[in-house]
């Protein structure tokens, strides 16, 4: 049974750091691709950062580029999202998925498994 679980989400002041974790179980992480998302109150889900193992790739939406850095342990089968310089617009629910990738960017993926979300608070 695929399953993943997130952790890390908390309240922080702008400009702290948190680091999410991804733990996946059921699966090795050169097998699926697994992406970050979020949604904040009243907005879309937007997808943030994605990580293909098995090749390295990996991809960042603008809004978090040069502040977020997605990583993998494949001995701990986890995905980590390092956010730092955190801005009150980074408050949102944190998700991740994971599913099959089907084409050269690590976005495009079936994302078949999601994990029950982190809350991310960001106060100014």
């Known amino acids: 049974e695929v399953q993943l679980v997130e952790s890390g989400g908390d309240l922080v002041q702008a400009g702290r750091s948190l680091r999410l974790s991804c733990a996946a179980s059921g699966f090795t992480l050169d097998e699926l691709t697994i992406g970050w998302f979020r949604q904040a109150p009243g907005k879309d889900r937007e997808e943030i950062s994605c990580?293909?193992?098995?090749?390295?790739?990996?991809y960042y939406a603008d809004s978090v580029k040069g502040r977020f850095t997605i990583s993998s342990d494949n001995s701990k089968n986890t995905v980590y999202l390092q956010m730092n310089s955190l801005k009150p617009d980074d408050t949102a629910v944190y998700y991740c998925?994971?599913?099959?990738?089907?084409?050269?960017?690590?976005?495009?993926?079936?994302?078949?498994?999601w994990g029950q979300g982190t809350q991310v608070t960001v106060s100014s």
């Open positions: 990580i293909s193992s098995r090749d390295g790739t990996t």
């Open positions: 998925a994971a599913g099959p990738r089907y084409g050269s960017s690590c976005r495009q993926f079936m994302d078949d498994f």
